[in-house]
């Protein structure tokens, strides 16, 4: 299996940057080929403008659709946008390991979504969701949070977790075509001891030895 591991977080001995680790040396020990985008360490800007692109198609309007599209037709993202893509298309299965901050994406990775999700290359002319361009790969959120589990339960504190989560499962992975097995969470992990943070590891570990027989879950209309 070819899994694409993309990950952000600002710190690299954070949980996030363990359960990066984590992710990649299993997967690897396991036999599966690994691709890593670190974005921090990449220093991947998170902007979109005129340098997504070697190509011009209006050269006075920007409109980053028709740039996209014009892009895809003509080999002209440039080479950073360009790599990523191509780690999308080489992959089965994506991971996305990152901090929940703000009910989302942290915005490197957000910006990363908007520069690389590119029209006409990814998603577009009648493909989307059930038809996408990436059917049949698989993509996984991995993720912190600061709160604890309880809160984010129906009529949790901050509401339940699948509702938080829809707008990066079905807005952005099932859009593209991708199936979306469930995330996999580690709710505050500044709260747990040691010995839990490990076990937390330990279970992630013994998940992904296991991950090319899961099945997804619903991201349906809901």
């Known amino acids: 299996m070819r899994t694409f591991v993309v990950y952000w977080h600002p710190e690299p001995q954070s949980f996030n940057g363990a359960m990066f680790r984590t992710a990649c040396g299993t ?3 396991a036999g599966h080929e ?24 209006d050269p006075d309007y920007l409109k980053l659709q028709i740039e996209e599209m ?4 003509m080999d002209g993202f440039s080479p950073d946008i360009e790599s990523e893509i191509e780690k999308i298309e080489w992959c089965d299965l994506m991971i996305w390991q990152f901090p ?11 910006g990363w979504v908007d520069r690389v999700f590119a029209m006409g290359r990814t998603y577009g002319g009648g493909q989307i969701y ?17 709160g604890p589990e309880d809160s984010y339960r129906k009529r949790g504190f901050n ?26 969470i580690v709710h505050g992990p500044v709260r747990l ?12 570990a013994t998940r992904l030895r296991g991950i090319a027989s899961e099945s997804p879950i619903d991201v349906g209309i809901y």
């Open 27 to 29: 997967l690897v020990e």
């Open 34 to 57: 690994v691709r890593i985008s670190d974005l921090h360490e990449m220093r991947f800007d998170p902007v979109s403008g005129r340098r997504n692109f070697r190509t011009v198609q």
């Open 70 to 73: 014009n892009a895809t037709v």
């Open 100 to 110: 929940l901050w703000w009910f989302g994406l942290p915005a490197v990775l957000k």
């Open 130 to 146: 059930e038809t996408g361009v990436f059917r049949g790969k698989r993509a996984m959120l991995s993720l912190t949070t600061g």
């Open 159 to 184: 509401g339940e977790m699948s509702a938080i989560l829809r707008p990066i499962h079905r807005g952005m992975l099932k859009f593209v075509g991708f199936d979306v097995l469930k995330p996999q």
């Open 193 to 204: 001891t040691d010995e839990q943070r490990k076990q937390q590891l330990a279970d992630y």
